[in-house]
């Protein structure tokens, strides 16, 4: 194992360091200078720098994230958090890195603080937020920068014991003004949008995934083509077997640690489909644990960090999505998510869907009463076949953006429909039948006929 140096903070004040930044650091060796710098260390001749050398120096400069993990306490205490989410591991890192630039001091002088005099501890944590409400901070920012800071000291077992309270916890200013889309707003949408950031959001809002279902927050895991059962490649081309599809999602993937399934919706299906196959027609070839939602072919060398992953980190599935809303919308991602949760209630409203249903496909347990029901890992064929029709029974209000069709164009599209589920004796029949119906003629060419005759 890798053993680190204490982390040790230079004796100094603010002012100090203020002074000693704004000064050239002295030439403090005995060797007489080199050639081509004077007396203070300094170079005086003009050198043409290689590029190539500058990007690779730039490349091993260490993040600031990096020098907090070069702690082997800091490393300890977030690598046990990431054990349980990696999310929560970067908040609170974060938070606790805000924090201590605030007051100047290192998380390791924060941690003795808290060991040997929790009051003054406890009172700097506390006079913190009175200056982030002063500073208007949102009462989330403040509280999760307070499950920050307990958190570090919960590592050196020290606990705040103390009520720090935080004025009006559960508003959430910036989302006052949220409403979910309309069926026109959403059209314009999943219009402005290409193959895989319509994908993307129709797995959300057709769906009720979570993003980090997509592609976790690492981009390590994420939903794979094994998690649609319903799915088939016939003949190179990507086709479900099933409607509505079902999707699967693995407990690694769920955010309440256990594994449910939802539906995606006609609109869903085409979109996800055509993206696969758009994928398949590029040559892709599909196995089980090929990415739904992969990063493009032409970026595979030029990911950074993300290089050699399958899938897309959370982040930038985030932001795929950011880019397409924008500029006309405004909206989060995660609002999508939202649009699925308030149409599944309109429809519970309406008696299509049973309330245990829409909390499932949502990934939430639910109450005690669906532990014994539809948190099984296995359940009962009847019960999923009652689940996919009421989800059928919910489309229409998960499918908005049908009203604002066309009518003659969705009357084409059933036709194209029931024409595409005929067999080849059936086929024939209709073809024979458009056959003698073209050979009939309409009474006006009949009346025709015999005005002629006369």
């Not at 590029?51 to 990096?66: L, M």
């Not at 009175?130 to 208007?136: I, R, S």
């Not at 908005?400 to 059933?414: F, H, T, V």
């Amino acid at each position: 194992m890798v053993k680190y140096e204490k982390w040790q903070e230079p004796n100094v004040t603010h002012d100090d360091r203020k002074k000693l930044n704004s000064e050239t650091p002295l030439y403090h060796s005995n060797e007489v200078p080199a050639e081509g710098t004077d007396s203070m260390g300094k170079n005086t001749v003009q050198n043409i720098t290689n590029n190539t050398a500058k990007i690779q120096t730039t490349s091993r400069k260490q993040t600031k994230k990096g020098r907090l993990l070069a702690h082997v306490e800091v490393r300890r205490w977030y690598d046990n958090l990431a054990r349980g989410s990696g999310i929560t591991a970067e908040v609170k890192l974060r938070r606790l890195s805000w924090f201590c630039e605030q007051h100047e001091i290192s998380p390791m002088q924060f941690a003795e603080l808290g060991m040997k005099d929790l009051k003054a501890a406890t009172d700097l944590v506390q006079d913190n937020v009175t200056w982030m409400e002063k500073e208007n901070y949102a009462p989330g920012y403040i509280a999760e920068t307070v499950k920050g800071v307990k958190s570090w000291l919960q590592h050196f077992d020290v606990q705040i014991k103390r009520k720090i309270r935080i004025a009006n916890i559960g508003a959430t200013p910036t989302l006052e003004n949220e409403k979910v889309p309309e069926p026109l707003e959403l059209a314009e949408l999943f219009n402005r949008s290409d193959m895989r950031s319509g994908a993307m959001m129709s797995l959300i809002a057709k769906s009720g995934l979570r993003p980090e279902v997509l592609g976790n927050y690492r981009g390590t895991d994420g939903l794979r083509i094994k998690d649609l059962p319903d799915l088939a490649i016939v003949q190179g081309l990507a086709t479900f077997m099933q409607t509505p599809p079902r999707i699967v999602v693995r407990k690694n993937l769920s955010k309440a640690r256990h594994e449910y399934f939802t539906f995606t919706t006609d609109i869903g299906g085409k979109k996800l489909l055509a993206y696969i196959n758009s994928r398949t027609l590029a040559g892709e070839s599909m196995s089980p644990d090929t990415p739904v939602i992969a990063p493009e072919t032409w970026h595979e060398n030029q990911r950074g960090n993300n290089n050699g992953k399958k899938f897309l980190p959370t982040s930038r599935i985030e932001e795929v999505i950011r880019n397409t809303m924008r500029p006309r919308f405004s909206w989060r991602p995660y609002l999508l998510r939202a649009f699925f949760d308030t149409e599944l209630l309109i429809s519970e409203s309406r008696g299509r869907i049973a309330h245990d249903f829409r909390v499932f496909f949502m990934g939430h347990k639910g109450s005690i009463e669906a532990r014994y029901t539809t948190n099984k890992s296995i359940l009962p064929k009847a019960l999923m076949d009652e689940m996919r029709e009421s989800f059928k029974r919910s489309e229409e209000f998960l499918d908005l953006e049908k009203s604002a069709e066309d009518p003659l164009e969705k009357k084409r599209g059933q036709v194209k429909e029931t024409v595409g589920k005929l067999s080849v004796e059936q086929l024939a029949e209709v073809q024979m039948f458009v056959s003698n119906l073209a050979d009939c003629k309409t009474n006006s060419e009949l009346s025709f006929h015999v005005t002629q005759n006369n």
